[in-house]
């Protein structure tokens, strides 16, 4: 429910007097929950990234390493060129419930600078 939350919190604070003091930089989703229920205009933020399991994609892990919590669908607004997937073959932990742990996304921070899902150091 973390993107619910998130998207509850950014649509009052973009209504609130606050939001001329806020610096609207990156925004990261990770392993949403029925993503395609929200949308995001990627045009207030600096960078957008959704990363998940590669459900539908050419190519998918097979079902039983996907995120059987979550099962990934694309957050409204943003495209295949926002999205980044767990990485194949590189020793990360894939399955039910380690496809949506948070714990197992520590590989987003090591991207190259050139890769989907990036983040920009601040």
């Known amino acids: 429910m973390g993107f619910a939350y998130a998207q509850g919190m950014i649509g009052q604070l973009m209504l609130s007097d606050i939001r ?3 610096k609207w930089s ?29 459900l539908g994609q050419t190519g998918a892990d097979p079902m039983w390493l996907q995120d059987g919590v979550a099962p990934q669908r694309i ?12 990485p194949k073959n590189q020793g990360i932990p894939k399955g039910f419930v380690e496809s949506h742990s948070i714990g197992n996304y520590g590989w987003i921070f090591g991207l190259n600078s050139n890769a989907n899902g990036y983040v920009i150091p601040r």
């Open 20 to 22: 001329k003091n806020i």
């Open 26 to 54: 990156g925004y990261y989703i990770l392993a949403a929950e029925n993503g395609s229920a929200g949308t995001v205009n990627t045009s207030a933020w600096e960078q957008v990234w959704q990363y998940g399991s590669d």
């Open 75 to 86: 957050v409204g607004g943003l495209d295949a060129t926002r999205r980044a997937y767990i």
